[in-house]
């Protein structure tokens, strides 16, 4: 049987908290991704290798750390007696790294991420039952030969490029921003309204992620939003270094207040790329012909964040 190999990032699903009745206060990353397995009995029966890559919270997720994930999956997947790798993550940026890393990770064989919204000393921990359904889907997919990036959350499969946190605090967090799940799994690890296919956008060399990364910032529009703060990212960045992109979570269908407008071609004149997302959850952002700034498509703002950092590599 073919291994299952379990890379460890942190997360709430690794932490602990004194009062398993006061899931909400606790602290993420405590325990080790071996512990966490060795939680699961479902598990025991598996045949699985576990890395811990990182030990964070999430919220501190870098591009070290995807560097770190991007060397351990290169390693791991061009191994014969791996059938694929789950990825222990935070909910909190797990969006980022599942768009990241289905950019690098092509359709030979699955990547699973999964996580929790309860630490593991919660009476309602949702850590175990995420981590066995994950490793299940790894061996499913092999077994269907499905490979690329996926996240396994509330017994449903999310392609990579639509999951995102929805919710702050419920067990049923995530949602695809208006697109429907892969797969829902059942308790038993049955599959049900399965897609045929999983969506991989791989094509591109994992030496791209040993790049120094670009500068790439956020910017909301709003009642009120006069460009102040990037006119000040740009005197900035004339002393310390450059601006390279600046992503735009606009209003509606990415809009911007006239007084950012002004203040993005400013930035646009002196040589930063400039793409638009929405701050609205479902929907997404289509170009239209009259665009002079990119539109981001369905990627939320920080996926899109991550999509014009990989353009500005690719394009340097
Ligand atoms: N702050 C945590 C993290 O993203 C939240 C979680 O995992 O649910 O690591």
């Known amino acids: 049987m073919q291994q299952v190999v379990i890379l460890g990032t942190g997360g709430t699903i690794a932490g602990t908290g004194v009062d398993p009745g006061r899931s909400w206060q606790y602290q993420a990353a405590q325990l080790t991704v071996a512990q966490l397995v060795q939680a699961v009995p479902a598990l025991s029966a598996s045949h699985l290798d576990v890395v811990q890559v990182a030990q964070i919270d999430s919220k501190d997720m870098s591009w070290a750390v995807w560097r770190s994930l991007?060397?351990?999956l290169q390693q791991y997947l061009t191994r014969d007696d791996v059938a694929g790798v789950v990825i222990t993550h935070g909910t909190d940026?797990?969006?980022?790294?599942?768009?990241?890393?289905?950019?690098?990770?092509d359709a030979r064989k699955p990547v699973v991420l999964t996580a929790a919204m309860r630490p593991a000393t919660a009476h309602d921990a949702d850590g175990p039952g995420n981590l066995r359904d994950a490793v299940r889907v790894v061996h499913e997919a092999a077994r269907r030969r499905l490979g690329g990036v996926v996240a396994v959350l509330h017994g449903r499969i999310w392609a990579a490029e639509h999951v995102r946190k929805a919710h702050t605090a419920q067990l049923d967090a995530f949602d695809g921003g208006g697109h429907a799940p892969l797969a829902l799994v059942d308790e038993g690890g049955q599959w049900t309204a399965a897609a045929p296919a999983w969506p991989t956008s791989a094509a591109r060399a994992w030496s791209l992620l040993a790049k120094k990364p670009p500068r790439v910032e956020v910017v909301h529009s709003h009642a009120?939003?006069?460009?102040?703060?990037?006119?000040?990212?740009?005197?900035?960045?004339?002393?310390?270094?450059?601006?390279?992109?600046?992503?735009?979570?606009?209003?509606?269908?990415?809009?911007?207040?006239?007084?950012?407008?002004?203040?993005?071609?400013?930035?646009?004149?002196?040589?930063?790329?400039?793409?638009?997302?929405?701050?609205?959850?479902?929907?997404?952002?289509?170009?239209?012909d009259s665009d002079s700034l990119r539109a981001a498509g369905d990627l939320t703002v920080a996926q899109a964040r991550v999509a014009l950092m990989l353009y500005l590599l690719e394009s340097k």
């Open 70 to 72: 991007g060397d351990a």
């Open 93 to 105: 940026t797990l969006e980022e790294t599942a768009y990241l890393l289905s950019h690098f990770v």
């Open 224 to 288: 009120d939003a006069d460009g102040w703060l990037l006119d000040a990212a740009l005197a900035y960045a004339g002393d310390h270094g450059p601006l390279d992109g600046l992503v735009l979570a606009g209003t509606g269908h990415g809009t911007l207040h006239q007084g950012l407008e002004a203040a993005v071609n400013r930035a646009r004149a002196v040589g930063v790329t400039v793409w638009r997302s929405s701050r609205v959850a479902r929907g997404g952002v289509m170009s239209r």
